[in-house]
């Protein structure tokens, strides 16, 4: 006999551990493919020389960067469904499509990297700089403008505390400005995802993810 599907008790995945979770495991993921990458593509070093000593370290992170995009997947969407009837359109839409090209942008700059390892010297310096251009400044810009969107969001429905907003603001304007200035400054994205990640964990909640009836 089939029971009634309106009477049916549905649980749902979406709950503030499941998105800490999530960003947790993209920072570390995520941040370690960025510092091996950064450690095999010194800026100081002759061109294409980095390709042929370091290739193991760029596998490494090939393999890495994967996991990382799924978490941070999996982040976007559960922390997107906690706003609830909270969510305003624009900034959601703004907040999903910056977050999905700076994703894009991360898988295409790891590809570049990965092929370079198989390339001669007369393609490496070619892919060095369309690395760098990918990862420093549009992958970089489009994290800024992820991070200004979900800021706008916590300030208007006060989901988060507004020291995190005030600081989100700073972070993103900081890598909008000065994402050329060296490679390190990738790393700061991962960190702030941490940051929210821990709060998350910390303050189960404040993010509201309850469905109507819970």
Known sequence: MTSDPANRHFHTLSTPRAAAAAGVLF???FGTSLVLIRISLPEDAAAGSQWT???HSIRIASLLMPFAGIAFLWFIGVVRDGFGG????FFSSVFIGS???FLAMVF???AVGTA???SG?????FGRWLLLALSKTYALRMAAVFMISLATIWLKTGLMPKWLVGVTYAVAVVLILASEITMWLTLAFP????????????RAGVIDLERDGR
């Open 27 to 29: 920072a570390l993921l």
């Open 53 to 55: 000593q370091t290739d």
């Open 86 to 89: 909270y969510e305003d359109k």
């Open 99 to 101: 977050g999905l090209l």
């Open 108 to 110: 295409v700059s790891s």
């Open 116 to 118: 370079l390892t198989h």
């Open 121 to 125: 010297a007369e393609a490496a310096d």
């Open 191 to 202: 960190i702030w995802v941490l940051v929210v990640s821990l709060l998350l964990l910390s």
